[in-house]
């Protein structure tokens, strides 16, 4: 069994960064894909951006490309969330994701979940 922790979130000024990390911790862990979503009060689940764990290629929703940056450390089983430029509308909870046999921005796919790193960006 797999489990995810996220950390880093917290409270940042409109166009300040942040850094949001995920650990993951279990006998095994060896995910085709990792994942960041989030979600904020009233609204669905959102894809924020994914990375392929063997490969390291990266995918990113619309509204943040060019301002975040999703990385990993394998050894360390550490997924990275960097957010620059952030903006109001980036305050959500932040969720971790991993999946054993695919990668896109549906949340259904991924099985393991965090539960959550909150992010508020002031105006």
């Known amino acids: 069994q797999v489990q995810l922790a996220e950390s880093g979130g917290g409270l940042v000024q409109a166009g300040g960064s942040l850094r949001v990390s995920c650990v993951a911790s279990g006998r095994t862990f060896s995910p085709y894909a990792m994942a960041w979503f989030r979600q904020a009060p009233g609204k669905e689940r959102e894809f924020v951006g994914a990375?392929?764990?063997?490969?390291?290629?990266?995918a990113y929703a619309e509204s943040v490309k060019g301002r975040c940056t999703i990385s990993r450390d394998i050894v360390k089983r550490t997924m990275y969330l960097q957010m620059n430029g952030l903006k109001p509308e980036d305050s959500a909870k932040y969720y971790c994701a991993a999946s054993n046999d695919a990668w896109s921005l549906d949340p259904q796919t991924y099985t393991y979940w965090g539960q959550g790193t909150q992010v508020t960006v002031s105006s």
């Open positions: 990375i392929m764990w063997p490969g390291g290629r990266t």
